[in-house]
């Protein structure tokens, strides 16, 4: 098939211009040479085995990245990245991982006793070489849960798999949507992502089909180690409603410190989906030292009459975090939601809010954030609400609360309001607060120490946003939030 | 008297902000009495409250204060209640979004773990605290909202005095629990509180008036001024003070 030459032709160009370079390298190896250029591209997509447009999108992508300066706008400091010195492909089995849970930190292992985590699981959450395959089977008795799962779904024809597969088993969809709601050329972040993506979800929502249960990174088979640059797709068809989770309490240790993701959601006519999140990279030391840079791309598009995008996240790991959920309302009535909790601790920084397009008529948006700031670290909530001129009857609501743990932090507000529709309304409201001695003494002198103290009055000031997830993922979500404030009390 | 008190305050010297409040207090407490601190304002009379309870920038600066025979002193905030002592707020404090159930719940099991028992689960704390509304004759709505969040002044005081029902304290000190009450949510207090008199269980009621003595009896009454107990006696010496009022001791000092 000329495909198949296509990518011997690719193959054959990646190992002999690398032999060029310098690089020792062939189709066999497992991990590419450190650095960035088109043979990298190449050779990523030769070794996911991508059809020939989707290489093409990639190049595009990539010269397209090499123009694109770096954004500078977000309230987050960092030295520049050096582009060139990492790996863009890693086989799972070839990163270099801890032999048992002794190499990994104990400040992690600590983390993962407080939540309750089970030691097989934790040897899998902190990448414990040969710990994936049994641990899975152990402890989520995965592949029967996932088998199950799997019937369940295919039984409504629902599609759930890995992005890779589906632009193998559904190239249509894939070529059809992808890129079409954060376009190659978007930002620098995703622009990478575009060019040099290994892995991520896709889901399909046949019309008229309510997913019969929620639909989980954690579940997903071939989850392990969808590496640095994710990529998640889904659409649901008229009429149809999906609940997906991504992400995971525990805190995740990755070698990788840029994580450049994008998602996509697409909702046709009367769909609904509802996308929930909980972050919990590793943030680095008390110093802020190793800690992830999390530069993702989030955006959905309600393009079909009376759909309904959900964004609701829980960011409490990272050491940067530089994130903007936002909705596309293009058909008339749709509804987009955006419910934030970011909790930030020590030096860690985060830039994050939302981005509420009103292209529909009587569309509406709802913007409920919610940001903690503690230690020394420092917290941005920077959103776009924007009323176009066809948006008759639309309405916003924003309300945006910041807590401040401690008087060494920072909490910023950075609303921006657009309405060119003269019956469009939008209704901004802000506060920001301290927890007070009175109530830290209050709850101290009926028993809390001083830790549950602030982790019970966070969880009340966040408790609009908690109650928008799902069960089992709050009750997770509220234990998180006490552990995230640790330390951030004399 | 022959029992081991409660509570023994020696001598005890206290500043706020570098400024002395505090003047050699001295004063024992058994168990099962009920003692009423009077005082003008200004007195040290909430200033005592906070010291025995441990709040930050309430500085001992010499004399002791033992409970149950130990010095309480170094302990935190929750090390003293985990041990039964509990402080009735004059100003009880709002959590907004946390419910009243979560609160007491958390509490609880924070008391419950310090003494090394069992904690309650869910439906068993349920139960429990279904059961002292019922005692104390509260609404059921009141557990489900937020602490103190739009609580009415009588509300507010009847929900420390569930809490207290709740925590079952050893010593319970009752700061200006009358202010900012009407008479029938005065009465309704009382009652709560007076339901919670037991002979192990000490209380100390801090107040300006004697209004409040009419619905807790105290055992015992002491005129607080300048930081130090000037006089003491029956209940009958609240009556004394209402009629003469304070000018006397606060001139002597």
Redesign the interface.
């Known amino acids: 098939m000329a495909a198949t030459a296509q990518t011997e032709q690719q193959v054959r160009d990646v190992t002999e211009q690398k032999y060029k370079y310098g690089f020792v390298t062939d189709i066999e190896m497992e991990t590419a040479p450190k650095g960035l250029n088109e043979d990298i591209v190449r050779f990523i997509s030769a070794k996911k085995e991508d059809p020939e447009w989707l290489l093409e999108w990639r190049l595009k992508a990539f010269r397209h990245w090499l123009t694109m300066p770096e954004p500078e706008w977000a309230k987050v400091a960092f030295p520049p990245i050096n582009y060139q010195d990492a790996h863009y492909y890693a086989s799972p089995k070839n990163k270099e991982k801890p032999k048992s849970l002794d190499e990994v930190d104990p400040e992690l292992l600590k983390t993962y006793e407080k939540l309750g985590i089970p030691l097989k699981e934790q040897e899998v959450l902190a990448g414990v070489e040969g710990a994936a395959t049994v641990a899975v089977d152990a402890v989520f008795d995965s592949v029967s849960v996932a088998t199950t799962f799997k019937k369940k779904l295919q039984e409504v024809g629902v599609i759930f798999c890995s992005i890779s597969e589906a632009i193998k088993e559904h190239p249509d969809l894939v070529k059809q949507y992808m890129g079409s709601v954060v376009p190659y050329t978007d930002n620098k972040h995703a622009t990478l992502n575009s060019a040099v993506f290994t892995d991520g979800s896709f889901v399909y929502i046949p019309p008229g089909v309510r997913c019969p249960m929620e639909l989980s990174t954690y579940f997903r088979i071939n989850a392990e180690n969808t590496g640095q640059f994710e990529r998640t797709l889904i659409i649901a068809d008229k009429g149809s409603y999906v609940s997906y989770l991504e992400g995971c309490t525990a805190p995740m240790r990755d070698e990788n410190q840029l994580h450049a993701a994008v998602v996509e959601l697409i909702a046709l006519d009367d769909a609904e989906i509802k996308y929930s999140t909980v972050q919990n990279w590793y943030p680095g030391d008390e110093n802020g030292v190793g800690g992830i840079y999390n530069f993702v791309t989030k955006r959905g598009a309600c393009r079909g009459v009376n759909s309904k995008i959900s964004w609701t996240q829980v960011e409490t790991g990272s050491a940067i975090t530089w994130k903007y959920p936002s909705c596309i309302l293009q058909g008339d009535n749709s509804v987009g939601e955006f419910y934030s909790i970011a909790i930030t601790n020590n030096l860690q920084q985060a830039d994050t809010g939302t981005k509420m397009i009103h292209i529909g008529k009587n569309t509406r948006s709802k913007i409920i954030s919610k940001g903690i700031s503690a230690g020394r670290s420092n917290q941005t909530y920077r959103g776009l609400v924007k009323m176009t001129p066809r948006a008759s009857g639309s309405r916003n609501f924003t309300q945006c609360d910041s807590l401040l743990v401690g008087d060494q932090c920072g909490a910023h507000t950075v609303p921006y309001i657009e309405s060119k529709n003269a019956s469009a309304v939008v209704e901004h409201e802000a506060t920001t607060s301290k927890i007070?001695?009175?109530?830290l003494?209050?709850?101290?002198?009926?028993?809390?120490?001083?830790e549950?103290a602030i982790a019970?009055?966070v969880?009340?000031?966040?408790?609009?946003v908690l109650q928008q997830l799902p069960m089992e993922f709050a009750v997770e979500a509220q234990k998180l939030v006490g552990i995230s404030l640790e330390g951030s009390v004399g | 008297m022959g029992q081991t008190p409660m509570l023994e305050i020696k001598d005890l010297h206290a500043t706020v902000d570098g400024k002395a409040i505090l003047n050699g207090l001295t004063l024992t407490i058994n168990p099962g009495e009920v003692h009423a601190i009077m005082g003008p304002n200004g007195s040290g009379k909430s200033t005592l409250s906070y010291v025995l309870?441990g709040?930050?920038g309430y500085d001992v600066t010499s004399g002791e204060v033992l409970y149950e025979c130990e010095s309480i002193l170094g302990l935190?905030?929750?090390e003293r209640?985990?041990k039964g002592i509990?402080?009735a707020?004059q100003?009880?404090?709002?959590?907004?979004?946390?419910t009243n159930t979560?609160?007491l719940k958390?509490?609880?099991n924070?008391?419950l773990k310090?003494r090394g028992e069992d904690t309650m689960d869910a439906m068993e704390f349920m139960k429990f605290l279904r059961a002292k509304t019922k005692e104390l004759g509260i609404a059921e709505d009141m557990i489900k909202r937020?602490v103190n969040v739009g609580f009415s002044g009588g509300e507010k005081k009847r929900n420390e005095v569930l809490?207290m029902a709740v925590?079952e304290p050893k010593l319970a000190i009752l700061d200006e629990t009358d202010s900012g009450l009407d008479i029938d949510a005065l009465k309704t207090v009382s009652n709560g509180v007076n339901a919670l008199r037991s002979p192990e269980r000490s209380m100390l009621v801090i107040t300006h008036y004697q209004r409040l003595l009419d619905y807790i009896v105290p055992d015992y009454v002491h005129v607080l001024a300048n930081g130090s107990i000037k006089q003491s006696g029956g209940k009958e010496l609240a009556l004394e003070l209402e009629k003469n009022g304070y000018a006397s001791f606060t001139e002597a000092a």
């Open positions: 007070s001695d009175d109530q003494f209050y709850l101290r002198q009926r028993g809390l120490s001083a549950d019970l009055v969880n009340g000031f966040c408790r609009e | 309870t709040r930050e935190e905030p929750e209640a985990a509990f402080l707020f100003y009880p404090v709002e959590i907004p979004g946390v979560t609160f958390e509490a609880m924070a008391v310090h937020s809490q925590l």
